[in-house]
């Protein structure tokens, strides 16, 4: 892109990626940072994207058998240390509740006061908490499988916030089985991987590699953690959903057992998953340009924006009927199981302010109303996934049609854009040099510019991942579901490995 050629978002992508997103989210208006260090408010366009989300997500966890619940945010802190690793990988996250009350404290202010005999940790996660209810519920092989998901808030004291990706408190799901044996415990595992990355791909639009976890990697806690990455425009990768295959580990924690069919007492087998309003920050870097937020139509809060142009009170008249004529039209309009929603903005503003307004926040279409439409019986069709000026015009019968199939080519367009940058930032490395090059900046000044996803090997010694991490902030992401048994050395002590996995950075 040329300098010269101004854009509605600055700085670019190019010229600053962490403060282009920034940018992107307030042009969009999606959230903003709280009074709350670390915390963020979630204004009305973003809370809309994440309620489509949980939208789209809890029915397929409905489809699958799932049911929701509610568990409390405060869990004992006796209850965390019951998992040793568990604890250990949480401790420096966690806030904690100490004192029940405040009181005056004589001199004006207010102290706490009411110490806890037990304090109380703010969920991080709800393993053990769920697990004491679990240990209630389930108590013979007829009470299996149990599946439960919540929707909540979590807490985690982050040193480094950013909106959306990382901030100390963010919303999520976070799914929660209870199974006979291992086998169906690891069945289900990897079913709810599939639905997080059948959810990535065919809503958000978003490709992602499918995978495990290193142990270094792994949940604390789980006897395996697997996951979906995807790649942002600056090169990343995002962790966009995680699957634990827990074993018995906190069912012996937590004491669930349940009387097996041949009459004997054991323990039983859980799983976790979660994903959060992470998210909405992997929708803004997957597929947002330097005009701003591009959203695919599957999970925007609106599809069209209904623009109409006059110059007095006559032609507003006129137009606004002919603009009143198209929602009426697009009403019962459904794209896919979704209804067309329609945006109509007549405020005081010039058509191209409007117009910069609902590019900014990625609306899929913008349709333009002016007296010679009117007149044609026709309209001015711009996609988001276009440059601003391409427009289209469509006769009003034929809008219908035309709006389902300019949505549905949004939808693949965007997906396909990002699968492209995907595998052209993606090879295989076989020599440590090069591995080092790929992952060192070339620009001083954009720092977070860097190679993108290198499939090289790795002998699976934690002491070898260290130290690619110590050097260059690059991590195994994944072990690849489809990564094929290939003998090779390791791209960090030369030891023999038989498989490539993915590195990268990360967010």
């Given at each position: 892109?040329?300098?010269?050629?101004?854009?509605?978002?600055?700085?670019?992508?190019?010229?600053?990626?962490?403060?282009?997103?920034?940018?992107?989210?307030?042009?969009?208006?999606?959230?903003?940072?709280?009074?709350?260090?670390?915390?963020?408010?979630?204004?009305?366009?973003?809370?809309?994207?994440?309620?489509?989300?949980?939208?789209?997500?809890?029915?397929?966890?409905?489809?699958?058998?799932?049911?929701?619940?509610?568990?409390?945010?405060?869990?004992?802190?006796?209850?965390?240390?019951?998992?040793?690793?568990?604890?250990?990988?949480?401790?420096?996250?966690?806030?904690?509740?100490?004192?029940?009350?405040?009181?005056?404290?004589?001199?004006?202010?207010?102290?706490?006061?009411?110490?806890?005999?037990?304090?109380?940790?703010?969920?991080?996660?709800?393993?053990?908490?769920?697990?004491?209810?679990?240990?209630?519920?389930?108590?013979?092989?007829?009470?299996?499988?149990?599946?439960?998901?919540?929707?909540?808030?979590?807490?985690?004291?982050?040193?480094?916030?950013?909106?959306?990706?990382?901030?100390?408190?963010?919303?999520?799901?976070?799914?929660?089985?209870?199974?006979?044996?291992?086998?169906?415990?690891?069945?289900?595992?990897?079913?709810?991987?599939?639905?997080?990355?059948?959810?990535?791909?065919?809503?958000?639009?978003?490709?992602?590699?499918?995978?495990?976890?290193?142990?270094?990697?792994?949940?604390?806690?789980?006897?395996?953690?697997?996951?979906?990455?995807?790649?942002?425009?600056?090169?990343?990768?995002?962790?966009?959903?995680?699957?634990?295959?827990?074993?018995?580990?906190?069912?012996?924690?937590?004491?669930?057992?349940?009387?097996?069919?041949?009459?004997?007492?054991?323990?039983?087998?859980?799983?976790?998953?979660?994903?959060?309003?992470?998210?909405?920050?992997?929708?803004?870097?997957?597929?947002?340009?330097?005009?701003?937020?591009?959203?695919?139509?599957?999970?925007?809060?609106?599809?069209?924006?209904?623009?109409?142009?006059?110059?007095?009170?006559?032609?507003?008249?006129?137009?606004?009927?002919?603009?009143?004529?198209?929602?009426?039209?697009?009403?019962?309009?459904?794209?896919?199981?979704?209804?067309?929603?329609?945006e109509l903005d007549d405020r005081d503003l010039t058509s191209s302010e409007?117009?910069?307004?609902?590019?900014?926040?990625?609306?899929?279409?913008?349709?333009?109303?002016?007296?010679?439409?009117?007149?044609?019986?026709?309209?001015?069709?711009?996609?988001?996934?276009?440059?601003?000026?391409?427009?289209?015009?469509?006769?009003?019968?034929?809008?219908?049609?035309?709006?389902?199939?300019?949505?549905?080519?949004?939808?693949?367009?965007?997906?396909?854009?990002?699968?492209?940058?995907?595998?052209?930032?993606?090879?295989?490395?076989?020599?440590?040099?090069?591995?080092?090059?790929?992952?060192?900046?070339?620009?001083?000044?954009?720092?977070?510019?860097?190679?993108?996803?290198?499939?090289?090997?790795?002998?699976?010694?934690?002491?070898?991942?260290?130290?690619?991490?110590?050097?260059?902030?690059?991590?195994?992401?994944?072990?690849?579901?489809?990564?094929?048994?290939?003998?090779?050395?390791?791209?960090?002590?030369?030891?023999?490995?038989?498989?490539?996995?993915?590195?990268?950075?990360?967010?």
């Amino acid at each position: 892109m040329s300098k010269n050629k101004r854009t509605a978002i600055e700085p670019t992508r190019m010229e600053n990626y962490a403060e282009w997103y920034q940018q992107v989210i307030k042009a969009a208006d999606l959230a903003e940072t709280s009074e709350v260090r670390g915390c963020m408010v979630i204004k009305p366009w973003g809370y809309a994207i994440w309620e489509n989300i949980q939208r789209v997500l809890d029915g397929m966890f409905r489809e699958t058998g799932h049911r929701n619940a509610y568990f409390p945010v405060f869990i004992p802190k006796s209850y965390f240390e019951k998992e040793a690793e568990h604890v250990e990988g949480f401790a420096k996250e966690c806030a904690v509740v100490t004192h029940s009350k405040l009181e005056d404290d004589g001199k004006g202010g207010l102290k706490a006061a009411g110490e806890l005999t037990e304090p109380y940790i703010i969920r991080p996660t709800s393993e053990t908490i769920i697990g004491a209810s679990f240990a209630r519920w389930v108590n013979s092989y007829r009470d299996l499988p149990l599946l439960i998901n919540q929707w909540a808030n979590i807490v985690r004291w982050e040193m480094r916030t950013r909106l959306f990706l990382r901030t100390t408190e963010f919303l999520w799901q976070e799914g929660h089985t209870v199974h006979e044996s291992y086998e169906e415990a690891m069945e289900e595992t990897q079913r709810m991987l599939t639905v997080y990355a059948r959810f990535a791909e065919d809503y958000l639009a978003i490709p992602v590699i499918k995978g495990e976890k290193t142990e270094g990697e792994k949940f604390p806690g789980a006897v395996n953690t697997y996951c979906i990455e995807a790649m942002m425009q600056d090169k990343k990768a995002l962790q966009s959903g995680t699957s634990h295959f827990l074993g018995q580990n906190f069912a012996k924690a937590s004491n669930i057992r349940f009387q097996n069919r041949n009459g004997e007492v054991e323990y039983a087998w859980t799983t976790s998953w979660g994903v959060s309003t992470r998210l909405i920050g992997a929708l803004i870097m997957a597929h947002s340009d330097d005009n701003g937020l591009v959203l695919p139509p599957r999970i925007a809060p609106a599809h069209v924006a209904l623009i109409p142009i006059y110059k007095n009170e006559e032609e507003r008249d006129q137009i606004l009927a002919f603009t009143h004529r198209i929602q009426d039209l697009l009403k019962n309009t459904m794209f896919d199981d979704i209804k067309v929603y329609c945006e109509l903005d007549d405020r005081d503003l010039t058509s191209s302010e409007r117009n910069w307004y609902w590019i900014k926040k990625g609306i899929p279409l913008r349709v333009e109303i002016g007296p010679r439409d009117v007149e044609q019986n026709s309209v001015m069709i711009a996609r988001r996934d276009l440059e601003p000026r391409d427009k289209q015009s469509v006769q009003f019968d034929a809008l219908p049609g035309y709006v389902l199939k300019a949505l549905a080519d949004l939808q693949s367009n965007i997906y396909t854009k990002a699968l492209e940058f995907r595998n052209g930032n993606m090879i295989k490395i076989d020599d440590q040099s090069e591995f080092y090059r790929y992952f060192t900046p070339q620009n001083k000044n954009q720092p977070e510019i860097h190679g993108g996803f290198a499939r090289s090997h790795w002998c699976g010694d934690v002491s070898c991942e260290e130290r690619i991490k110590d050097d260059l902030k690059v991590t195994v992401r994944c072990i690849p579901f489809d990564a094929v048994e290939e003998k090779g050395s390791c791209i960090c002590c030369g030891k023999t490995s038989v498989r490539r996995v993915i590195f990268a950075k990360s967010y």
